[in-house]
């Protein structure tokens, strides 16, 4: 800590340093205005069969670059060689027209692809495109690093592969990316900014990412002022001196007026105060305790329901009919999360089979795939949002709002103002939000009060992913929000047509459901709400009869755990070393130690774990007579895809 300074005076807005920053594009003739003597665009490789310019339809200038194949096995692309450097980053944009695309894949698009000095292809980055028909549309998408051995890359204009019809492109942008240099992460409180009576230290992580600046941590300061909501009157300023990547930044709230505060955070230059950049986050203290609120989570990434603990365990629906949910609510789950918004009779009908519903506002996002009719603006959202809370808030039904499919960073703006009205309209339930882009995790800290990611590998990838996943979203949001995944029951053969290719798909088995599950409990998760009911219904291959009593008994397992999976007794410390097919965490209830051990893998393991002193007793949940353990040592067999419940007692 430099500094720390109490400024009673009115600070304005917070002029934002002037931006120089603007990179070149590294694409020649990107609007595809020159052209060779026999129509090819000038600079790009193209075969022409497929591939020419054309003076309409055109986005800019005179000319743009034409697909039109009817050949779904002919795959050509148009490319470019292009100079990037090993170690950046790049954002690539372009504007793309169809006509009548079709196909399985995701249409007409750019990627951008790196090759070692040798030919060996490295990796690249593909954003979806565009099918059927569609006007100019921009395709935007900012590519991970390119790698250390790459020595020649290329930008490509391309049809994804086995797909027919007609495509344009105009106006091509590749230009070197700078990751925004601060990420902050508001950790304590780890609910909506809740200070209450009890008035915990303010903790926010600030990683810093300097990589695409040439600065050093040591050559910045961080900077923190809190400031009231509404005046915006300076309340404290605190500055540190970072000295490694990521910094935990407290401020004691004891003194702390009831109000609605912003935490500003601020990355400056260490030379010239310059502010590089910076991340705001709310905060509402409060002196007495917040009562009435129907769900909410707690200090323990707990979501408490009527008072209680309680871990969402669910399913996706699409629709809900009453003969469906008869059958459903005669199951483990205690909640569902329905694609189709449900009327108020269908959450009476929930209600009364004694079930919470995840209540979807997922689609209300003008210009999203399945937006709901007629949304044009953002005021057209807000009015919907508030409508939608204003006829179900208080409903019992309701569990929390479901406020986030996979939209991709283009909408974060709309995802953190959705996640700011929901605080405001609905104190009394959390939103969840779910996505596949793990990766991009850190993105979106500002959209939710829960998260989640849905993992999908069966049968084309380990079963693995599920715990790998859960880790990663636990480590985005450093243990410090709920994290309910979304696990895999369904066969991917649902969303395919050709027999062939069904015909290779199959659903998990219940080894791998319950191993999928419980890596996701062992990695942290307090929540899982599996993908999906509807896909198991309509799935050809595995009946529904027989894959539904899998679940249960899956889910059933889950069920009877739950008052271990969220107790927050403490723990003894137990170590185990560490393996890739296995995931493990331990709880206490009352005198019983829980060690829950997970292997991930398709072939048996062993491990050792060291319990620190030696049981009185261990039982294998599932097994009738107790282990004989001897010493302080825990040798662990595990089947394939097992999952190893141990009670034991000290
Ligand atoms: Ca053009």
Redesign the pocket.
């Known amino acids: 800590m430099l500094a720390s300074v109490v400024l009673p005076v009115m600070l304005g807005t917070l002029g934002l340093a002037a931006d120089d920053w603007s990179p070149p594009n590294l694409v020649k003739n990107p609007?595809?205005?020159t052209v060779t003597e026999n129509g090819a665009p000038g600079d790009w490789d193209a075969d022409r069969t497929v591939y020419i310019t054309v003076t309409e339809p055109?986005?800019?200038?005179?000319?743009?670059l034409r697909f039109a194949n009817p050949d779904a096995n002919r795959y050509v692309l148009c490319s470019q060689r292009i100079p990037l450097q090993p170690g950046k980053a790049y954002e690539v944009r372009v504007w793309v027209k169809t006509e009548n695309i079709q196909g399985d894949d995701s249409g007409a698009t750019i990627c951008l692809e790196w090759y070692s000095a040798d030919g060996k292809y490295l990796g690249g980055c593909y954003p979806a495109g565009f099918k059927g028909t569609v006007d100019w549309q921009q395709v935007k998408a900012v590519s991970g690093r390119v790698p250390r051995e790459a020595a020649a890359c290329n930008v490509t204009c391309y049809v994804r592969e086995h797909m027919t019809g007609k495509a344009w492109w105009?106006?091509v942008e590749v230009r070197l990316w700078r990751e925004p240099p601060l990420h902050t992460l508001l950790l304590t409180p780890n609910y909506r900014g809740e200070i209450g009576p009890e008035r915990r230290p303010l903790e926010v992580a600030a990683r810093l990412a300097l990589a695409d600046y040439d600065l050093q941590p040591r050559q910045v300061r961080l900077r923190a002022d809190l400031v009231r909501a509404g005046d915006g009157s300076l309340v404290q300023t605190r500055y540190w001196a970072p000295k490694t990547a990521e910094t935990v930044l407290r401020l004691g709230t004891k003194r702390l007026q009831p109000g609605r505060y912003d935490l500003r955070v601020a990355l400056e230059s260490g030379r010239d105060r310059h502010e590089l950049g910076r991340e705001s986050w709310r905060l509402r203290v409060f002196d007495a305790a917040l009562t009435g609120r129907a769900a909410y989570i707690d200090a323990h990434n707990r979501l408490i329901c009527e008072g209680k603990p309680f871990f969402p365990l669910g399913m996706y629906w699409g629709a809900i009919n009453e003969a469906d949910l008869r059958v459903y609510a005669d199951s483990p789950f205690n909640c569902l999360m329905p694609y189709g918004p449900p009327t108020k009779e269908q959450m009476d009908l929930a209600h009364s089979l004694g079930l919470k519903v995840i209540y979807t506002v997922k689609d209300v996002y003008y210009g999203s795939t399945y937006v709901e009719g007629g949304l044009k603006t953002i005021e057209d959202e807000r009015r919907v949002i508030e409508a939608k809370t204003r006829e179900f808030r208080d409903h019992p039904a309701l569990l929390a709002w479901y406020l986030n499919d996979e939209l991709p960073l283009d909408y974060l703006d709309r995802l953190e103002a959705h996640q700011e009205w929901l605080e405001e309209l609905d104190p009394g339930h959390p939103t969840w939000v779910v996505l596949w882009q793990v990766g991009q995790l850190e993105s979106y800290v500002r959209t939710f009060g829960a998260i989640g990611t849905d993992p999908y590998p069966i049968p084309g990838s380990p079963a693995r992913m599920a715990g790998q996943w859960a880790r990663q979203t636990v480590q985005s949001v450093r243990g410090r929000r709920p994290v309910w995944m979304v696990p895999q029951v369904f066969n991917w053969a649902c969303y395919r047509e050709d027999p062939k290719e069904k015909a290779g798909l199959r659903p998990p088995t219940l080894a791998e459901m319950r191993s999928m599950a419980w890596q996701c409990i062992a990695e942290g998760a307090t929540g899982l709400v599996f993908y999906s009911f509807f896909d198991i219904q309509r799935d050809t291959v595995v009946p529904f009869d027989q894959q539904w009593a899998l679940v249960k008994q899956m889910a059933g397992e889950i069920k009877e755990l739950i008052p271990v999976v969220l107790s927050v007794e403490p723990t003894p410390r137990i170590r185990a070393e560490e393996q890739p097919w296995l995931h493990w965490t331990t709880r206490r209830l009352g005198r019983t130690v829980y060690l829950i051990a997970v292997n991930d893998d398709e072939t048996g393991h062993r491990a050792t774990f060291e319990l620190g002193k030696c049981p009185t007793s261990v039982r294998l949940r599932g097994v009738r007579d107790a282990l004989a353990v001897q010493g302080t040592q825990l040798q662990a067999r595990f089947g394939r895809f097992g999952v190893n419940l141990y009670e034991m007692e000290f």
């Open positions: 609007g595809f205005e055109v986005h800019s200038g005179q000319r743009a105009d106006d």
